[in-house]
Nanobody, 123 residues
Framework: QVQLVESGGGLVQAGGSLKLSCAAS????????MGWFRQAPGKERDIVAA????????YYADSVKGRFTISRDNAKNTVYLQMNSLKSEDTAVYYC????????????????WGQGTQVTVST
């Protein structure tokens, strides 16, 4: 069992930055592929970024490439999402998730989820 707790969400103006954190407890953090997903009202939950167990490989949705950076610190059992040049369309609830898969961008392949943190970008 893995428990995930996100933090760092909030209200920010367009063009601003936020850094999300996700602290994990329970089984070995470094055993999990970690992903950030987001869900806006009335829309499906979509992948934002993912990072492999060692942190050696990352994946980004096209909509955030060049603006967002995912990273992890296995010694601190934490995964981060640095979000720069935020746009109104980035407004959503952001979820951290863990998967035993080597790689996936599908929500159904993730085994553990945090409670989510709201990110609101104002124009």
């Amino acid at each position: 069992q893995v428990q995930l707790v996100e933090s760092g969400g909030g209200l920010v103006q367009a063009g601003g930055s936020l850094k999300l954190s996700c602290a994990a407890s329970g089984r070995t953090f470094s055993s999990y592929l970690m992903g950030w997903f987001r869900q806006a009202p009335g829309k499906e939950r979509d992948i934002v970024a993912a990072i492999t167990r060692s942190g050696g490989s990352t994946y980004y949705a096209d909509s955030v490439k060049g603006r967002f950076t995912i990273s992890r610190d296995n010694a601190k059992n934490t995964v981060y999402l640095q979000m720069n040049s935020l746009k109104s369309e980035d407004t959503a609830v952001y979820y951290c998730a863990a998967s035993i898969a080597l790689y996936s961008d599908r929500p159904g392949d993730y085994d553990y989820w945090g409670q989510g943190t709201q990110v609101t970008v104002s124009t």
